[in-house]
Nanobody
């Protein structure tokens, strides 16, 4: 049973930084990509960033580009999201997801991801 477990969320002031992590365990399949999505109450889940597992190519939503870096540690089966210059509108539950087969065209589509974590809350407030 594959499990994705996020950690590192919490409160942060506007303009601050935070790094959240997602550790994958319980499976022996090869990931094609891992990604972060975020969701606020009453809204759809939005794509934040993704990284392909083999090449390390990264993709970002326009709303976080330039402020956010996604990275992966293949040996640890862990993906990280470093968020800088955080804004109140970044407040959300951040969920990581893993895909076993996904194209670049669909990298930002949640339907392409088979496994999901429970999420970690990030709250940006003064």
């Amino acid at each position: 049973q594959v499990q994705l477990v996020e950690s590192g969320g919490g409160p942060v002031q506007p303009g601050g930084s935070l790094r959240i992590s997602c550790a994958a365990s319980g499976g022996t399949f090869s990931y094609s990509a891992m990604a972060w999505f975020r969701q606020t109450p009453g809204k759809e889940r939005d794509f934040v960033a993704a990284v392909t597992w083999t090449s390390g190519r990264t993709y970002y939503a326009d709303s976080v580009k330039g402020r956010t870096t996604i990275s992966r540690d293949s040996a640890m089966n862990t993906v990280y999201l470093q968020m800088n210059t955080l804004k109140p509108e970044d407040t959300a539950v951040y969920c990581c997801a893993a895909a076993t087969g996904i194209t670049a065209r669909a990298i930002n589509n949640q339907r392409g991801y088979r496994y999901w974590g429970q999420g970690t809350q990030v709250t940006v407030s003064s």
